[in-house]
């Protein structure tokens, strides 16, 4: 079993739609949680960033985390074509990356 | 302005010729690392660095080296390439793996 499992989409959706992607991750020792977005021929940006169970908010993204499940979601409302990218998610301990979800939003 | 560079961009070379990819910050991180990113298989990460003279081994170490003299300084060495290491490679620093990582623009390696 993977140590982080990631659905590689691509995901395709219309503008405005509500984007989620979702990944799981099997070592409980990581603490801290993160979301990167990288745009083509880009290095990765860190997106969001969180260390708890729960929600976190920022302007049209919220990152949840449920460590009871060891899974976490990104969430990207109203979604525009400037939020084409692939998402990573990413753990501490080991900095370990997920494969990476490709979205393109449609205009 | 903050930030990492690495070079070259781009390099197209031959089986079994050395090549050294160099990456550079100036944030005064501590904490520096090397990635590769396949279709597929994500970020995986080479090598990292917790501070000068301190490397050890990410999850995908065979076929490269580092060295960490300064710093601001985190070179990857390929000895002797072969075509399994074309890739994209990413070096990144940060203050330490819990935080955020700072990415350079990436190097297209192809070995042929």
């Known amino acids: 079993q993977k140590e982080v499992e990631q659905d590689p989409g691509p995901l395709s959706v219309p503008e405005g739609a509500i984007v989620s992607l979702n990944c799981t991750y099997s070592?409980?020792?990581?603490?801290?949680f993160m979301w990167y977005r990288q745009y083509s021929r880009k290095g990765p940006e860190l997106l969001m960033y969180?260390?708890?169970?729960g929600n976190k908010e920022d302007g049209r993204f919220t990152a949840q985390v449920d460590k009871s499940s060891k899974y976490i979601s990104l969430f990207i409302r109203d979604s525009q074509p400037s939020d084409s990218a692939t998402y990573l998610c990413?753990?501490?301990?080991?900095?370990?990356f997920g494969a990476g979800t490709t979205v393109t939003v449609r205009a | 302005e903050a930030q990492v560079t690495q070079n070259p961009r781009y390099l197209i070379t031959v089986t079994g010729k050395k090549l050294t990819v160099t990456c550079s910050q100036n944030?005064?991180?501590?904490?520096m690392s090397w990635y590769r990113q396949d279709p597929g298989l994500g970020l995986r990460q080479i090598y990292y660095?917790?501070?000068?003279?301190?490397?050890d081994k990410g999850d995908v170490p065979e076929g490269y080296k580092v060295s960490r003299k300064e710093k601001r300084n985190f070179p990857l060495i390929l000895e002797s390439p072969s075509p399994n290491q074309t890739s994209l490679y990413f070096c990144?620093?940060?203050?330490?793996?819990?935080?955020?990582?700072?990415f350079g623009p990436g190097t297209r390696l192809t070995v042929t």
């Open positions: 660095s917790m501070n000068v003279e301190v490397t």
């Open positions: 969180t260390y708890s169970s």
């Open positions: 990413a753990f501490d301990y080991k900095l370990s």
């Open positions: 070592n409980s020792a990581f603490q801290y």
């Open positions: 944030m005064n991180h501590e904490y």
């Open positions: 990144a620093s940060s203050r330490g793996p819990r935080y955020e990582q700072y």
